[in-house]
C-alpha cells in the first residue's frame, strides 16, 4: 500500500483525492492539513501533491505590494505548511506533483518569484468565468518530463489562475508555455539528482473528470504514482 499526502486547500478540495486514487487497490491518501499541522503524517507519504488554492503572500517571494488586482485574504499558515510539506519531500527524496498555486509555491520555495496579476502584464485572461474553468492551448517543449508524459508537442488545457510564475527558479525549468508565453508547467533540470518532480498550472484533477483527452491529466497520474512504485520497489 502507497500513502499519497494532498495538501489542504480550502477551494475544490474535493476533486483531488478520487483524481489520485481512482480504482488502484495499492493507493490510499491522507489530507495534509495546515489546520492541524499534522507533521507526523509526512513520514507515512510515499507521495505528495501539492494542491491549488488562494494566492500565496508576497512577503514569501519578497513582493512588498500586497494590494494588488484580484488580491484577496492571504493564509500564511497555510504558506509556511506547504513550504515545510515540499522541503520535507526534497530533503526525503519523494516524488511531487505540483497543481497550480503548489506549482508557484514550488518555484517561491526555491527562489523563484510570482507575477501577481496576469492582466495587469499584458497576459490573456487565465481565470475562471461564470465558475468554468477556461480553457487554452499549450506547446510542449521536446527533451521534457511533461512531453514525456503527454506524448504531445501541443494540446488544450483548463485554466484558473490569475497569477503565474515569474522569474523561474534555478533549479527548475519552464517545460510548457501558454499562447501567451506564460509558464504552463516547471520540472528539475536535474532529474538524475532529484526525485519525480511535476509542476502544472491547470488542474489535472478537474479535466480528467470532463475531457477524454487524458494526455495532460490521467497520464500525468499514471506517471506520477509510477514515480511514487519505483521509488520503494
Known amino acids: 500500500m502507497f500513502t499519497i499526502g494532498i495538501t489542504e486547500s480550502d477551494t475544490n478540495f474535493q476533486y483531488y483525492a478520487p483524481?489520485?486514487?481512482g480504482v488502484d487497490d495499492d493507493i490510499q491518501v491522507v489530507t495534509l492539513s495546515y489546520r492541524k499541522q499534522n507533521v507526523e503524517d509526512l513520514?507515512?507519504?510515499?507521495?505528495?501533491?501539492?494542491?491549488?488554492?488562494?494566492?500565496?503572500?508576497p512577503k514569501f517571494y519578497n513582493h512588498a505590494r500586497i494590494n494588488y488586482p484580484l488580491a484577496q485574504d492571504f493564509n500564511e499558515v497555510r504558506d509556511e505548511w506547504e513550504?515545510?510539506?515540499?522541503?520535507?519531500?526534497?530533503?526525503?527524496?519523494?516524488?511531487v506533483l505540483a497543481i497550480c498555486r503548489g506549482m508557484q509555491i514550488v518555484n517561491i520555495a526555491l527562489g523563484g518569484d510570482l507575477i501577481q496579476d496576469l492582466e495587469e502584464h499584458g497576459k490573456l485572461n487565465h481565470r475562471h468565468v461564470m465558475d468554468r474553468d477556461g480553457v487554452h492551448d499549450i506547446q510542449?517543449?521536446?527533451?521534457?518530463?511533461?512531453?514525456?508524459?503527454?506524448?504531445?508537442?501541443?494540446?488544450?488545457v483548463n485554466s484558473a489562475h490569475h497569477q503565474g510564475l515569474g522569474v523561474?527558479?534555478?533549479?527548475l525549468m519552464a517545460s510548457a508555455y501558454a499562447e501567451d508565453e506564460m509558464i504552463e508547467a516547471v520540472e528539475y533540470k536535474d532529474k538524475v539528482n532529484n526525485s519525480f518532480l511535476l509542476g502544472v498550472q491547470w488542474h489535472p484533477e478537474r479535466l480528467f473528470k470532463v475531457s477524454s483527452n487524458t494526455s495532460f491529466s490521467a497520464n500525468i497520474r499514471a506517471a506520477f504514482l509510477d514515480a511514487v512504485r519505483n521509488k520503494n520497489s
Open 43 to 57: 513520514s507515512k507519504c510515499d507521495g505528495i501533491v501539492l494542491s491549488g488554492g488562494l494566492d500565496a503572500h
Open 83 to 95: 513550504l515545510k510539506v515540499f522541503e520535507y519531500a526534497r530533503l526525503h527524496r519523494i516524488p
Open 168 to 171: 523561474i527558479a534555478p533549479e
Open 19 to 21: 483524481f489520485i486514487k
Open 140 to 156: 510542449i517543449e521536446q527533451n521534457s518530463l511533461i512531453f514525456e508524459i503527454s506524448n504531445c508537442g501541443t494540446g488544450k
